[in-house]
């Protein structure tokens, strides 16, 4: 993922969600806090209709590493997406 043109349609066939391509952490009140990728604050990758490279073979996939003893904080998330372009 380039950081220069992370979510600008011209370049890429994904948006990205919250955060990502300016890496900057995404924070969720509550020890409870629904931390799926359906939560709209935290979102996952959406594939651009009609981009011009458009792949119709996208693997999207997550993987969570969470920390329980994070100060100041009920737990913290490290999620890593892979995203696999079958077309390439």
């Known amino acids: 993922m380039d950081d220069v043109t992370c979510n600008d349609p011209r370049y890429t066939d ?14 969720i009140d509550g020890c409870g806090a ?27 996939e997550y993987f969570d590493e969470i920390f329980n003893i994070e100060p ?8 890593r997406w892979v995203v696999i372009d079958w077309c390439q």
Request: contains cysteine.
């Open 72 to 79: 100041d904080a009920c737990f913290k998330v490290l999620r």
């Open 34 to 60: 629904d931390i799926s990728p359906d939560n709209p604050q935290l979102g996952r990758p959406q594939v651009i209709n009609n981009a011009d490279d458009n792949c119709a073979l996208l693997s999207i």
């Open 14 to 27: 994904l948006m990205w969600p919250n955060g990502v391509c300016t890496q900057t952490p995404v924070t």
